[in-house]
């Protein structure tokens, strides 16, 4: 069983401070990994992917990504309040055009 | 704007009473997915097509079907709603099955 594992959180912040949300999966052979915001009662919106070891940097936001350790990470530097959100981490399975979905973590950005 | 739109926003139908969710998309990508999504959980995909080429997840109930009349459309039918099919429905779509997805708003459905 292929699986995505995130905390559920809630992670607390204060405002402006560093948010690192973590995600570790199964699947050893996999390639693509993306990272989707999804505010209460709303529907998940992209806002980072990678592919390859290392940083992406987009903005406010990094990923992360260690494929020998089999986790991805996303920082968010200068948290907002508007932050506040679950950030939903999906895994693209080896062998397969599908997505695992972790549950996500809850974060809150405390003003 | 190009976007991926669902209707409707919420549904209320009749346990056992069939309904019709729909999704429509100006992207004019190649894929389009159903995933269901419950309080706290993952989204759970239910069916993708590929273009016309239909694929349905082992574990999605029978009571659930899919159609996709043509690139722009496609509408997920519920034959027989119970209590445990109250949910949010998410349609996303992308170009290709590696990209990322594009969602739609969802339909929150509440079975009564």
């Known amino acids: 069983q292929k699986e995505v594992e995130q905390n559920s959180g809630p992670l607390s912040v204060p405002e402006g401070a560093i948010a690192s949300l973590n995600c570790t999966y199964s699947?050893?052979?996999?390639?693509?990994f993306f990272w989707y915001r999804q505010y209460s009662g709303k529907s998940p919106e992209l806002i980072m992917f990678i592919y390859s070891n290392g940083d992406k940097e987009d903005g406010r936001f990094t990923a992360q990504l260690n494929k020998a350790s089999q986790y991805v990470s996303l920082l968010i530097r200068d948290s907002q309040p508007s932050d506040s959100a679950t950030y939903l981490c999906?895994?693209?399975?080896?062998?397969?055009?599908?997505?695992?979905f972790g549950t996500g973590t809850r974060l809150k950005v405390l003003a | 704007d190009a976007m991926v739109i669902q209707n409707p926003r919420y549904q209320v139908t009749q346990f056992g009473k069939p309904v019709t969710l729909s999704c429509s998309q100006t992207?004019?990508?190649?894929?389009m997915y159903w995933y269901q999504q419950k309080s706290s959980q993952a989204p759970k995909l239910l069916f993708h097509y590929y273009d016309k080429d239909f694929n349905n997840e082992a574990d999605t109930p029978d009571n659930f079907q899919s159609r996709r009349p043509n690139t722009s459309f496609c509408f997920l039918d519920i034959r027989s709603p119970g209590l445990g099919d109250a949910a949010m429905y998410l349609c996303?779509?992308?170009?290709?099955?590696?990209?990322?997805?594009?969602f739609g708003s969802g339909t929150r459905l509440t079975v009564v």
């Open positions: 992207l004019n990508h190649n894929v």
């Open positions: 996303a779509t992308s170009r290709d099955p590696a990209g990322g997805y594009t």
């Open positions: 699947d050893r052979g996999s390639q693509s």
């Open positions: 999906a895994v693209l399975t080896s062998g397969t055009y599908k997505y695992i």
